[in-house]
């Protein structure tokens, strides 16, 4: 039978090929040697040529061949400066391959490409590695804070908090920000929510970018809008739609909580039971219902008329923001909606209307731009997904890396893995 062979580009260039084997474990083994004439000096920055000898054997990890892994064995070379005083020596510098690393490249960023939505210990299972060479890869390969030099522009600037461990109250602050084009990156995992720790944040943005920023956008809390207005002063701060939705919407929600249970008491058991699925009914907006769910709210609201009212002004409410108005024909209408509230005698809006109150420039100027968090909301669903796969991550740089890894991963890394 004719001997087939078959060619398989490594993906890095100046190398020449001398060998190819197979180790005893069924791995391939390539044998390569630098074309590169020379390499610059690590004391003059000069580029030298005499050619100084020859290292010990290195043998690196390279992307995997047919389902078998692969590694490159090479002797880097040396050359001597023959300007520098003492004539140094200077180990030869690889386009490919870090001096300080057991892979090349192009086998990191398929290892990056592999941990993209996945966990440091399922690749490392998958690519027979140790967790610390797949943790390695990581290091050496994602900045763990922002390179401000390769951002333009921010238009809006997201800053919301969550929480590291469920019930500890231990919260750090994500900032993030939607550029022109509507990518939307991640800027800052910051250790806290006080107003210092975003203050000295801030500080750290060029001012060329600062300068740009047209919205903030943030939760209900003063030490994030303390901290913008002395740092982005120009900045319009808005007050998160969907956080002030949660507030309004749980007032509401206490409602059907307090009748429920009111009628439980009351209610022969076959008929309450005819009242099950209000609890998922009343949640959604009346827009989404479906018949049966209809059904099931007339069945409540007709036991209950104060349940009935606040569903009715939380519908209300919603459809103010939802419409296309002007800053000034929303506040108008929203004050309308305060006066039908005070009029139908229900208390549980209370705090919210001094939560109105207290913060009204900044909920209204909703309606000039329409700005929202919706991108920080979407973006922290990801984050809380990130932290349930990997068991929890309590290291602020490495949750920045991992952030920023299933944000822009496949953008970064796939091309290069398919064309190495």
């Avoid at 763990?144 to 590291?164: C, K, N, P």
């Avoid at 809390?221 to 002030?244: G, K, L, N, Q, S």
């Avoid at 008491?265 to 827009?287: D, H, I, V, W």
Wanted: aromatic residues 10%; hydrophobic residues 40%.
């Amino acid at each position: 039978m004719a001997k087939t062979e078959v060619t398989i580009p490594l993906g890095i260039p100046d190398i020449r090929v001398l060998k190819t084997e197979a180790g005893d474990r069924g791995e391939i083994i390539i044998t390569i040697e630098s074309t590169k004439a020379g390499t610059p000096c690590r004391k003059c920055g000069k580029w030298i040529m005499k050619l100084h000898g020859c290292d010990e054997w290195v043998m690196i990890r390279h992307l995997p061949v047919f389902g078998r892994p692969s590694f490159l064995r090479y002797r880097p070379r040396r050359y001597q400066c023959q300007d520098c005083e003492g004539r140094p020596t200077t180990t030869e510098k690889l386009e490919w391959h870090d001096a300080n690393s057991p892979h090349s490249f192009v086998y990191d960023n398929h290892i990056l490409l592999q941990l993209v939505n996945s966990t440091v210990e399922d690749v490392s299972l998958k690519e027979g590695l140790s967790y610390d060479r797949v943790a390695g890869a990581l290091e050496r390969r994602i900045e763990a804070s922002t390179d401000w030099t390769g951002i333009a522009a921010i238009e809006v600037l997201g800053l919301d908090e969550i929480a590291l461990k469920k019930g500890h109250r231990q919260y750090v602050t994500l900032v993030t920000g939607r550029m022109g084009d509507g990518e939307i990156v991640i800027l800052g995992v910051l250790p806290g929510h006080e107003k210092a720790e975003v203050v000295e944040f801030l500080r750290l943005i060029p001012q060329r970018i600062l300068q740009r920023v047209q919205t903030v956008c943030c939760d209900l809390w003063e030490a994030y809008t303390e901290a913008v207005r002395e740092e982005i002063p120009t900045a319009r701060i808005v007050a998160d739609r969907f956080h002030v939705a949660k507030h309004y919407r749980a007032a509401a929600d206490q409602v059907r909580k307090q009748e429920l249970l009111r009628l439980k008491k009351t209610l022969p058991k076959a008929e309450y039971q005819t009242l099950q699925g209000s609890f998922r009914a009343f949640r959604k907006n009346a827009k989404d219902l479906n018949k049966e769910e209809q059904k099931i709210l007339r069945r409540f609201f007709a036991l209950s008329t104060s349940a009935k009212q606040v569903y009715v002004l939380r519908e209300q409410l919603t459809a103010i923001f939802e419409r296309n108005l002007s800053k000034k024909q929303a506040q108008s209408k929203i004050l309308r909606w305060v006066q039908r509230v005070q009029k139908s005698g229900l208390c549980c809006f209370d705090d919210f209307l001094k939560l109105l109150r207290s913060w009204w420039e900044e909920i209204t100027d909703y309606f000039i731009l329409r700005e929202n968090s919706g991108f920080v909301e979407g973006f922290n669903n990801k984050v809380k997904v990130l932290k349930r796969r990997c068991y929890g991550i309590f290291n602020l740089k490495h949750l920045f890396q991992r952030i920023y890894l299933d944000l822009h991963g496949y953008r970064l890394f796939a091309a290069s893995t398919i064309s190495g």
